[in-house]
């Protein structure tokens, strides 16, 4: 029943800029933190940023600090991800998932989307 779906991923150029969307229904967010994390072909999944639902605090990994933004929409269980000065290492799969407050694991994950990056 609980649904988060990103969007916006596709084939960018180095340096060009991709926003991903993620919309989440099935309940309320409002004691969530929402997160992206992203994998690449034979690495290990990565961190890459998170939105306390309530209040806004972000949090960013140091390898897009600078270039990524993470934000909350104006539609309702909705967060973007703004990525600026794309480079090829950022090529991955994007993922979206949603953390209760007060445990350490996220509990429900998205499909995700692709991003390339061309050098």
């Given at each position: ?5 990103e ?68 539609a ?21 998932a ?12 998205g ?9």
């Amino acid at each position: 029943q609980v649904r988060l779906v990103e969007s916006g991923g596709g084939l960018v150029q180095a340096g060009g800029s991709l926003r991903l969307s993620c919309a989440a229904s099935g309940r309320t967010f409002s004691s969530y933190a929402m997160g992206w994390f992203r994998r690449a072909p034979g690495k290990e999944r990565e961190f890459v940023a998170k939105i306390i639902w309530s209040g806004g605090v972000t949090y960013y990994a140091d390898s897009v600090k600078g270039r990524f933004t993470i934000s909350r929409g104006d539609a309702e269980n909705t967060v973007y991800l703004r990525m600026n000065s794309l480079k090829p290492e950022d090529t991955a799969l994007y993922y979206c998932a949603a953390q209760r407050h007060g445990m350490r694991t996220y509990e429900y994950w998205g499909q995700g989307t692709q991003v390339t990056v061309s050098s």
